[in-house]
């Protein structure tokens, strides 16, 4: 099979361009496909610290600081009523090199990404939707379409098809994940099957200092959760995710009348948004959670959402869209330096998209149990056990051993916590004490 690039990567989000853009700047060939017009709407507008690290690796740190998104040094907890708030300061830990990370619109970022991999070198096709992929012995041939788009004439016929063929490809279809369907390699996790409901609005109060640029999630009782992200200057991003099941239990209404739903029985986020003005249509998506059987095999390897989805409590998406991107990147190349671009080539990489799904898995099922709930918002949380988990929860999945052992400690409690309840549920209980019990996330 003869070439017309070293590599394809489906897709453009911050998977694919991280991806590409490691290769281009490796001096690969790299083409990538993107179905959409960018800049487009995405949801997953919050980073953790660990994104910096890829930054810097593909030589984006400069962009993304001189684009001035707003500034986040964590996560603040929050009760329903917001009597009890708990700040997560990625600063807190030192396994945490650089703490302050960004809350981004995604159109924008995303956009900025997928230049930033056209100036490292890779040739971005937007408008190119994959349609089919054939893997032979020796490459991989990929068919697609091109939507001409708003054109003015009023029957432009059918879009016109192409092939590309390529050594190897990388899937970063975000959850389209082509090559998960083709396969049936998706495994579904029907114990995180939530549904998401959302908007972005303008005059939603901040906190002071360095909490104004926190994402701020707020518990409700049916076990869902509110997020709040501040995306620039103005616009607060505010949505909902509830359990599948308390989402259909909601008698049918319309999107917007659903989130203000939401929101009014939720009273922190209701006394925050009472003065804000909604400046998004109302969007829903469904969030559901799933892993995969294998994230690569002969020619071909899977990265961001194309090969798993997690939860976004913690928002963990981009940041694992990006790391494995690059790892993705760095596994590419080492197999075409070498010549072998077989699933044995990939097993350290498709090892490590395992390892790292199972550890943010383990903490978003936990999330779901009251007994997580109730040991996170509790009075006097062990400092270092929660520097432990602030390590994970800034991206850094795989802390040092006395971290891992301080983790090991966390879950042990919970599941005692689970078993014989010693703390009381800040959930459903009330509060005669407005007290904010935030300290012990913050740096001693
Ligand atoms: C409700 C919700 C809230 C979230 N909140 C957060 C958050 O706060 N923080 C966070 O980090 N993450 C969050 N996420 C997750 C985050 O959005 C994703 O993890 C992230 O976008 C994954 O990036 P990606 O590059 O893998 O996929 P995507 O960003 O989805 O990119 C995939 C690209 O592939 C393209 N594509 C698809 N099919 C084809 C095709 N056939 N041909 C060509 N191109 C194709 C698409 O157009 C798209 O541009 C959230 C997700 C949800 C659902």
């Known amino acids: 099979m003869g070439f017309d690039c070293d590599v394809i990567v489906i897709g453009g989000g ?16 790299v083409v990538i496909l993107e179905r959409d017009t960018f800049p487009r709407f995405h949801i ?27 500034q986040k040094w964590g996560a603040t907890f929050m009760t329903p009523d917001g009597h009890v708030e708990r700040f997560a300061d990625f600063a807190i830990s030192s396994e ?15 956009d900025m990404l997928l230049r930033h991999a056209a100036s490292c070198g890779a040739d971005v096709r937007q408008r190119h939707r994959v349609v089919d992929i054939t893997f032979a012995a020796d490459g991989v041939q990929v068919s697609y379409r091109v939507n001409r788009g708003e054109q003015d004439d009023p029957d432009p016929g059918p879009d016109p098809a192409a092939t590309l063929r390529g050594q190897m490809l990388i ?7 082509l090559l998960g369907r083709r396969f049936g390699l998706r495994v579904n996790e029907p114990g995180l099957a939530n549904v998401a409901v959302f908007s972005h609005y303008a005059g939603v109060p901040r906190a002071e200092g360095r909490r104004a640029g926190d994402i701020r999630i707020v518990a409700r009782a049916d076990g869902g959760w509110f997020w709040l992200i501040p995306i620039s200057n103005e616009l607060m991003s ?48 469904r969030d559901f959670s799933y892993a995969s059987k294998r994230y690569a095999g002969d020619r071909w390897i899977t990265v961001g959402d194309a090969g798993a989805f997690l939860d976004p409590v913690f928002s963990s998406g981009v940041a694992i869209a990006l790391e494995s991107g690059l790892e993705g990147a760095r596994a590419v190349e080492r197999g075409l330096a070498r010549g072998d671009l077989s699933a044995r080539a990939f097993r350290a990489f498709d090892r490590r998209q395992r390892a790292r799904y199972r550890s943010f898995r383990r903490f978003v099922v936990s999330f779901y149990t009251p007994a997580f709930r109730d040991l996170f918002f509790s009075d006097d949380p062990p400092q270092r056990m929660f520097r432990a988990v602030i390590t994970v929860l800034a991206g850094y999945w795989r802390p040092s051993l006395v971290s891992r052992v301080w983790l090991h400690l966390f ?34």
């Open 238 to 285: 505010v949505g909902a995710v509830l359990p599948q099941q308390a989402f259909l239990a909601q008698r049918r209404m319309e999107a917007g009348e659903l989130l203000q739903c939401l929101i009014a029985d939720t009273p922190a986020v209701a006394r925050l948004v009472a003065a804000a003005e909604r400046r998004w249509p109302v969007r829903v998506e």
């Open 171 to 177: 899937d970063a279809s975000g959850r389209a994940s």
């Open 14 to 29: 911050p998977a694919g361009s991280t991806a590409a853009a490691a290769l281009a700047r490796d001096g690969r060939s």
């Open 411 to 444: 879950f042990l409690s919970v599941r005692m916590q689970a078993k014989f309840g010693f703390e009381r549920s800040h959930l459903d209980q009330g509060h005669e004490d407005q007290v904010s019990v935030g300290s012990a996330f913050r740096r001693t």
């Open 96 to 110: 945490v090199p650089s703490p302050q990370t960004w809350q981004v619109p995604r159109a924008e970022f995303d």
């Open 44 to 70: 997953g507008e919050s980073l953790l610290a660990s994104v910096n690290d890829v930054f810097e690796a593909i030589g984006a740190s400069e962009l993304i600081r001189a684009a001035q998104f707003p």
